[in-house]
């Protein structure tokens, strides 16, 4: 099915190190979200964007909804330790529709 | 609150046996649930769209009959595995919508392992 093109695929970095990652697709959504899955574990609901050009923040995350409504991107700052896990973009069409996924990024964290 | 919990979290059985995972949405009420196969370093794959009801909708080349659905009310959906062979070994997530709502809440998984 189709895919949403998430980069990075994973990023090594540094305690305390900004991080951004961002999802592209060729087609508009009417939602974007994002979740964080560690192993072993569902993913867990991180921003939920439903406006273009929305910026929402939750913490040190910071998530955007681009204004063609075709990108998004999700910003950590002053990344921990425990930020480790992959991150996933979604994208939703409809009210009713399913979500399509990204790739997912792979976040790994230095102390 | 939009919490949802999956049972059990791990399984393990013997091939040609059958499975069922449970998922449930604790603090909402959800019409519709979603099944979701994920392999290892993989995004996740939608299987089934589970409506309370009324019969799943089904992705193209998941097969109905050997992954069977269930809604049977509105806080619990159940996906049974049938005559389970070691390539279904895999990680099932479900996911919950609020009602009205567009956001999906992820169960923590349950990893299969058939022998």
């Known amino acids: ?31 974007w979200l994002w979740y964080k899955q560690e192993p072993g ?16 923040s939750n913490g040190r995350l910071t998530a955007q909804f681009g204004i063609t409504r075709k ?17 996933f973009c979604a994208g939703l069409r409809g009210s009713q529709g399913n979500l399509i996924f990204g790739k997912g990024t792979k976040l790994s964290v230095k102390p | 609150g939009a919490v949802v919990s999956q049972h059990p979290s791990r399984v393990i059985c ?3 046996t059958s499975v069922k995972i449970e998922c449930r949405s604790l603090d909402f009420q959800a019409t519709t649930m979603f099944w979701y196969r994920q392999f290892p ?12 009801g009324s019969k799943a909708t089904y992705e193209q080349g998941v097969e109905k009959d050997k992954f069977l659905i269930n809604h049977a009310s509105l806080t619990l959906s159940t996906l049974t595995v049938t005559s389970a ?5 895999s990680f099932y ?4 919508r609020l009602d009205r709502g567009e956001t999906q809440y992820f169960g923590p998984g349950t990893r ?3 022998l």
């Open chain 1, 1 to 31: 099915g189709q895919q949403l093109n998430q980069s990075p695929q994973s990023m090594f970095i540094q305690e305390g190190e900004d991080v951004s990652m961002n999802c592209t697709s060729s087609s508009i959504f009417n939602t």
């Open chain 2, 85 to 89: 062979h070691p390539e279904d070994s």
């Open chain 1, 71 to 87: 990108d998004s991107f999700l910003n950590i700052s002053a990344s921990i330790p425990s930020d480790v896990g992959i991150y």
């Open chain 2, 112 to 114: 299969l392992l058939v």
């Open chain 1, 41 to 56: 574990e569902g993913p867990v609901l991180l921003i939920a964007l439903y406006k273009a050009g929305e910026l929402t």
């Open chain 2, 14 to 16: 013997k091939s040609g």
């Open chain 2, 41 to 52: 370093k993989k995004s996740l794959m939608l299987m089934a769209t589970s409506n309370e």
């Open chain 2, 93 to 96: 997530i479900c996911s919950a």
